[in-house]
């Protein structure tokens, strides 16, 4: 069998995603897992959309720390910073919660309310820990999408020898 992008070479592994078969020039390799140039270059995009969505996120919920924060700063100023903190951190919960796997219950109407209510509430209450958590997440997926690019700059200089 031959490489699906060098037709010259043999093939060597089957890629874990399209099944194309690859040489070793090709061959992407995560954790174990062999991938093809496309396919890897496909989970650097998601990668990408992943930290984009993450730094909306992140500006929504700055907005709403900042008003938050200046709608109650003339009051007390330790209250105003803690509610800010605490508003400011529950978008970031809410996107925790929405990546968390959830199994379909099917409820009523009445239900679904109070689903949606006890989870707007655990974001508020865990919102500043998420945030924290997802800082790191962040920091972290950023610094692998960059090791990513410059693998996939590596195979893709080495598939046009």
Not at 42 to 47: F, G, W
Not at 52 to 62: A, D, E, P, Q
Not at 92 to 106: D, R, T
């Amino acid at each position: 069998m031959k490489c699906f992008y060098h037709h010259d070479k043999d093939a060597h592994v089957i890629c874990k995603n399209c099944n194309k078969a690859i040489c070793t020039d090709c061959t992407v390799d995560i954790r174990g897992e062999m991938y093809c140039p496309d396919c890897f270059s496909n989970l650097i995009a998601y990668q990408e959309k992943y930290l984009s969505k993450l730094k909306m996120v992140y500006i929504v919920g700055g907005i709403i720390a900042a008003v938050v924060f200046f709608s109650f700063v003339g009051k007390n100023f330790e209250g105003a910073l803690l509610l800010a903190i605490w508003f400011g951190s529950a978008p970031i919960g809410l996107f925790a919660s929405k990546n968390a796997p959830s199994p379909y219950v099917p409820v009523s109407m009445e239900g679904l309310g109070k689903l949606l209510l006890m989870k707007l509430g655990i974001a508020l209450i865990f919102g500043p820990i998420f945030a924290i958590i997802s800082i790191f997440n962040y920091l972290n997926t950023s610094k692998t999408v960059q090791e990513n690019k410059a693998l996939l700059e590596q195979i893709m200089s080495h598939q046009a020898r």
